[in-house]
Protein backbone atom coordinates (compact mmCIF):
# COMPACT_ATOMS: atom_id res chain seq x y z
CA UNK A 1 0.00 0.00 0.00
CA UNK A 2 1.80 3.03 -0.93
CA UNK A 3 1.43 6.15 1.05
CA UNK A 4 1.91 9.97 0.96
CA UNK A 5 2.70 11.51 4.02
CA UNK A 6 4.11 15.17 4.55
CA UNK A 7 4.86 16.06 8.35
CA UNK A 8 5.78 19.59 9.60
CA UNK A 9 7.40 19.67 13.18
CA UNK A 10 9.05 22.64 15.16
CA UNK A 11 10.06 23.60 18.32
CA UNK A 12 10.14 26.35 20.30
CA UNK A 13 13.63 27.11 21.90
CA UNK A 14 14.43 29.98 24.65
CA UNK A 15 17.52 31.17 25.07
CA UNK A 16 19.01 32.77 27.84
CA UNK A 17 21.03 35.43 25.99
CA UNK A 18 21.03 36.50 22.33
CA UNK A 19 24.30 34.54 20.50
CA UNK A 20 26.82 36.36 18.39
CA UNK A 21 25.57 35.28 14.44
CA UNK A 22 28.36 32.48 14.03
CA UNK A 23 26.85 30.35 17.48
CA UNK A 24 22.83 31.48 16.65
CA UNK A 25 23.82 29.71 13.00
CA UNK A 26 24.87 26.51 14.98
CA UNK A 27 21.72 26.69 17.36
CA UNK A 28 19.49 27.12 14.65
CA UNK A 29 20.55 24.99 12.06
CA UNK A 30 22.71 21.69 14.24
CA UNK A 31 21.44 21.97 17.76
CA UNK A 32 17.84 22.52 17.67
CA UNK A 33 16.91 20.39 14.73
CA UNK A 34 18.94 17.61 16.55
CA UNK A 35 17.07 17.99 19.26
CA UNK A 36 13.49 17.85 17.67
CA UNK A 37 14.67 15.19 15.10
CA UNK A 38 14.04 11.67 16.97
CA UNK A 39 10.31 13.03 18.03
CA UNK A 40 9.91 13.18 14.30
CA UNK A 41 10.94 9.42 13.94
CA UNK A 42 9.11 8.14 16.24
CA UNK A 43 5.85 10.38 15.41
CA UNK A 44 6.42 9.08 11.71
CA UNK A 45 7.02 5.16 12.87
CA UNK A 46 3.91 5.26 15.08
CA UNK A 47 1.88 6.87 12.43
CA UNK A 48 2.68 4.26 10.38
CA UNK A 49 2.35 1.29 11.99
CA UNK A 50 -0.98 2.28 13.60
CA UNK A 51 -2.95 0.96 10.79
CA UNK A 52 -0.97 -2.10 10.58
CA UNK A 53 1.75 -1.17 8.26
CA UNK A 54 5.42 -1.54 8.72
CA UNK A 55 7.00 1.51 10.28
CA UNK A 56 8.31 3.58 8.72
CA UNK A 57 11.86 4.42 10.05
CA UNK A 58 13.48 7.77 9.21
CA UNK A 59 17.34 7.21 8.98
CA UNK A 60 19.66 8.71 10.95
CA UNK A 61 20.72 12.81 9.82
CA UNK A 62 23.57 14.39 11.07
CA UNK A 63 23.20 17.65 11.11
CA UNK A 64 26.88 18.77 11.45
CA UNK A 65 27.28 17.30 7.88
CA UNK A 66 24.67 18.53 6.51
CA UNK A 67 24.98 22.19 7.75
CA UNK A 68 28.41 21.76 6.29
CA UNK A 69 26.97 21.01 3.15
CA UNK A 70 24.64 23.41 3.32
CA UNK A 71 27.20 26.30 3.88
CA UNK A 72 29.57 24.82 1.52
CA UNK A 73 26.75 24.61 -1.41
CA UNK A 74 25.86 28.74 -0.43
CA UNK A 75 29.72 29.70 -0.24
CA UNK A 76 30.08 28.09 -4.12
CA UNK A 77 26.42 29.91 -5.20
CA UNK A 78 28.27 33.02 -3.88
CA UNK A 79 31.66 33.03 -5.96
CA UNK A 80 29.84 31.83 -9.15
Do not use: Q, W
Amino acid sequence: MPINLTVEMGGAFRLDSEPIKEEFERISHIICPAIVFPYLREFVADLTIRPGMVAVTLPPTNFVEAARKRLAGEKRAKEE
